[in-house]
Nanobody
Framework: QVQLLESGGGLVQTGGSLRLSCTAS????????MAWFRQAPGKERELVAATSWSDSTIYYVDSVKGRFTISRDNAQNAMYLQMNDLKLEDTAVYYC??????????WGQGTQVTVSS
């Protein structure tokens, strides 16, 4: 079972930046995509950004377009989320997810991002 390790969350003021990292314990041919989700208190978990493992297809939810950048380092089995111009509404627990072709997807443990005014 692949494990995911997240880091990079924290407290930042509005307009600030943070960079989240997610490292997979291994890379296999079963890996299809990686994604960042977030869940704010009292809200459902939502997809923020995603990138395919092979062809660099990238997706962003409209609310983060132009502010967040997802990237991947295949050699390090890592994925990153550069978050700029953070807003109060970006406050949430951020989770990375490994999507696989066969079997169950894997979630990271989550990292708290808090944006203050």
């Amino acid at each position: 079972q692949v494990q995911l390790l997240e880091s990079g969350g924290g407290l930042v003021q509005t307009g600030g930046s943070l960079r989240l990292s997610c490292t997979a314990s291994e890379r296999t041919a079963n890996n299809y995509a990686m994604a960042w989700f977030r869940q704010a208190p009292g809200k459902e978990r939502e997809l923020v950004a995603a990138t395919s493992w092979s062809d660099s297809t990238i997706y962003y939810v409209d609310s983060v377009k132009g502010r967040f950048t997802i990237s991947r380092d295949n050699a390090q089995n890592a994925m990153y989320l550069q978050m700029n111009d953070l807003k109060l509404e970006d406050t949430a627990v951020y989770y990375c997810k490994l999507v696989v072709l066969i079997g169950s997807d894997t979630w990271g443990q989550g990292t708290q991002v808090t944006v203050s005014s």
